[in-house]
Antibody, heavy 118, light 113 residues
Framework: QVQLQESGPGLVKPSETLSLTCSVS????????WSWIRQLPGKGLEWIGY???????NYNPSLLSRVSISVDTSENHISLKLTSVTAADTAVYYC????????????WGQGTLVTVSS | DIVMTQSPDSLAVSLGERATVNCKSS????????????LAWYQQKPGQPPKLLIY???TRESGVPDRFSGSGSGTDFTLTISSLQAEDVAIYYC?????????FGQGTKLEIK
């Protein structure tokens, strides 16, 4: 069974870059799209973007100017960078696998809380 | 952007009774070329990530109990739990995957009456 685990700093200063890694175990990145999704405090879910194992990406237009997702198939992980963060970027960040032939999310990490504060 | 609006925001149902959650999209998520509705439902329990329950509006994900069912087409969709169990207490989200942004609804909190 595929397992995903997010890691990275839990605290980021305003205007700096948020960087997270999602390690995938129990399966290969190959053949799938992998996504980042965030959950703002007390609010709903927001899709950030996804990446194919080959490197093709697609991002939420609302975050397009600040977001970058990369893949490392040798290390079996994907990464997220979000630049120029503000308090509004404080959220639980999840990585998830995109279910084949859909853009739904069938396997999720447990999530990691990132707080933006000085 | 397609806006997803769920109703009600919260719901209390007795054990063994039927629970119904509604989801409305601001534009149709039915793709005419394959007659599929690009709509999914998730369940999120406290401290856990969301769990995919249903996709294509009515197809249950593997392992999901058959008391969960999805229906609807176009812009109006429903998640039904036929006989509420204690473990079904959660927040339920709909999600469209018809267009990029792949927006989620705001969630419906389901509790036991």
């Amino acid at each position: 069974q595929v397992q995903l685990q997010e890691s990275g700093p839990g605290l980021v200063k305003p205007s700096e870059t948020l960087s997270l890694t999602c390690s995938v175990s129990g399966g290969s990145l190959s053949g799938y799209y992998w996504s980042w999704i965030r959950q703002l405090p007390g609010k709903g879910l927001e899709w950030i973007g996804y990446i194919y194992y080959s490197g093709d990406t697609n991002y939420n237009p609302s975050l397009l100017s600040r977001v970058s997702i990369s893949v490392d198939t040798s290390e079996n992980h994907i990464s997220l960078k979000l630049t120029s963060v503000t308090a509004a970027d404080t959220a639980v960040y999840y990585c998830a696998r995109v279910k084949e032939y859909t853009t739904t999310f069938d396997f999720w990490g447990q999530g990691t809380l990132v707080t933006v504060s000085s | 952007d397609i806006v997803m609006t769920q109703s009600p925001d919260s719901l209390a149902v007795s054990l063994g009774e039927r629970a119904t959650v509604n989801c409305k999209s601001s534009q149709s998520v039915l793709y005419s070329s394959n007659n599929k509705n690009y709509l999914a439902w998730y369940q999120q329990k406290p401290g856990q990530p969301p769990k995919l329950l249903i996709y294509w509006a009515s197809t249950r994900e593997s392992g999901v109990p058959d008391r969960f069912s999805g229906s609807g087409s176009g812009t109006d969709f429903t998640l039904t739990i036929s006989s509420l169990q204690a473990e079904d207490v959660a927040i339920y989200y709909c999600q469209q995957y018809f267009t990029t942004s792949y927006n989620f609804g705001q969630g419906t909190k389901l509790e036991i009456k």
